[in-house]
């Protein structure tokens, strides 16, 4: 195999790392929606929700919960935190998809736009190796998972009648959510 050869494979083995992290991310906005959707009041809100990027539906979502009266000051504490962390994540993810591929000093980069405001430059610049993708792809699963938890477990408080009769539903056995800071 020739250098092209091998170019192309570690090219073709980045663009499937991309692939399963821009997966993952969909899936971190699915859950999201979902979480909304479950907090919404009537179809209005629910359609309120559908096609939105993640920064108006994390907006959405908690504000759906802010006037859940099954809620209480933690878990929208918790809520809260993990859509911050979560817009991080997306925002990470937006690095590499909204931008082109080039090199910098040798190393291949991600490299798009960003309001100078932002980010000094203008421009966001992030390594593009399998290693930066696999771990964004571990975050952004991670992110998925805190929020599954969090919407089952709010799920668990509106509707605790309907949570024993499904089928299968495991028993919420991740810590607590910390109390809010005063």
């Known amino acids: ?17 991309l692939g399963r992290m821009v997966y993952m991310a ?3 906005e699915m859950v999201v929606e979902v979480t909304g959707s479950l907090m919404a009041v009537g179809e209005a809100e629910t359609e309120a929700l559908m096609g939105n990027t993640i920064g108006p ?11 859940a009266s099954h809620l209480d000051a933690t878990m929208l504490a918790a809520l809260e935190s993990i859509l911050a962390d979560v817009k991080v ?11 082109s591929w080039g090199t910098i000093d040798g190393a291949l980069v991600a490299m798009n736009s960003k309001g100078f405001t932002k980010v000094p430059g203008g421009f966001r610049i992030k390594p593009l190796s ?17 929020m599954l938890v969090w919407c089952n477990r709010s799920f668990d408080l509106q509707r605790p009648d309907l949570v ?4 299968g539903l495991e028993p ?3 810590p607590p959510y910390p109390a809010p800071a005063v």
């Open 57 to 67: 539906l994390a907006k959405l979502t908690l504000r759906y919960a802010e006037r």
């Open 1 to 17: 195999m020739d250098d092209n050869e091998a170019t192309e494979a570690d090219r073709t083995s980045l663009e499937a790392a």
């Open 130 to 146: 399998m290693q930066h993708l696999d771990q964004l792809t571990a975050e952004l699963e991670e992110l998925r998972e805190r």
């Open 89 to 99: 994540g997306m925002d990470n993810r937006n690095a590499y998809v909204h931008g």
């Open 26 to 28: 969909a899936t971190v």
């Open 172 to 174: 919420d056995d991740a």
């Open 164 to 167: 024993a009769k499904i089928e």
